[in-house]
């Protein structure tokens, strides 16, 4: 089966997942998207040849949009997602799959607004999803069924790896690989300044970063790559490399990560609250 999808909101996150579904080779034909600006629409339209209605021009381009769904894949901002779906409630096709990318908005709180036995999903996906290089977390609200389940597998499938946890966990998947990509790419950022401050040209020692970071990532996406064996393969007894990290060691950066991770997973917990209060 060929399903039919609908986007409601496609922003960064989004768009990631429609770019990594089309790669995977869902016909465009098949795809509907809302946003709010006429020109974000237009855009949409011209590079990905997809559907899409902007709610500045149809107020009701959400309920239009999902009509006829097979799965609709909510990515509006968490504070946005209640006001969407009470918006679309009424229209949704009988089964059709809500699958919601919003951190920290409960499954509790979106089956609430919706038909008593329309199955929902929260997914947690980041944004390599775009190469087909993602992974995405996957939890089953109360009537999401094996059936829900695999056509959201089978669809994201397209945008890198998929995995099954329970919902209290997604948090925690939110500050370990929805935030990780911009991590790495503030690692590549703070290389680039070392470098520079070790006297490169900026933007050669910018070049030598990303690349860095890059064909690192590379060698991790290898299959069975273990990340410490892969360090240990580039840090030489008494070498250079040993001296960087005793000295990250010494500074405990695991463990400013750690913090960094725990401060995620609490500010995901901070806006659940107020969303439920
Ligand atoms: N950016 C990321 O790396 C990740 C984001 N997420 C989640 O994805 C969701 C979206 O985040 P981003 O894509 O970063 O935000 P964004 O601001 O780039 O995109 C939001 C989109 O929603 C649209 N929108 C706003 N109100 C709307 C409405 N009433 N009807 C239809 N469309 C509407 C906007 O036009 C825009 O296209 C958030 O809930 C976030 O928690 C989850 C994992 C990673
Ligand atoms: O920063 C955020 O809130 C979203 C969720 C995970 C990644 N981006």
Known sequence: MNPRLTF???GSMNEAILGGILAGGLAAGQVTATVRSAGRAEELRTTHGITVLAGSEDP???RKAVAGADLVIVGVKPVQVADVLREVAADLPRGAVVLSVA??????????LLPQDQPVIRAMPNT???????????SAGRSAGPEAMDLARRVLSATGTV????????????????????????LAEAMARAGAELGLDPDLSALLAR???????????????????????VTSPNGTTEAAIRTFDELNLPGIIETGARAAAAR??????????
């Open 128 to 138: 390599p999803s775009r190469l087909g290089r993602g992974v995405t977390s996957i």
């Open 163 to 186: 995995v099954e946890v329970p919902e209290e966990q997604v948090d925690a998947v939110s500050a370990v690989s929805g935030s990780g990509p911009a991590y790495a790419f503030y």
């Open 211 to 233: 690349e860095t970071v890059a064909g690192a990532g590379y060698m991790l996406a290898e299959p069975d790559a273990d990340a410490s064996s892969l360090r240990r393969g």
């Open 268 to 277: 995901a917990q901070e806006i659940t609250n107020q969303l439920t209060a």
């Open 60 to 62: 009701d381009a959400n």
């Open 8 to 10: 409601l909101g496609c």
């Open 103 to 112: 951190a920290a908005v409960p499954l509790a709180l979106m089956e609430s």
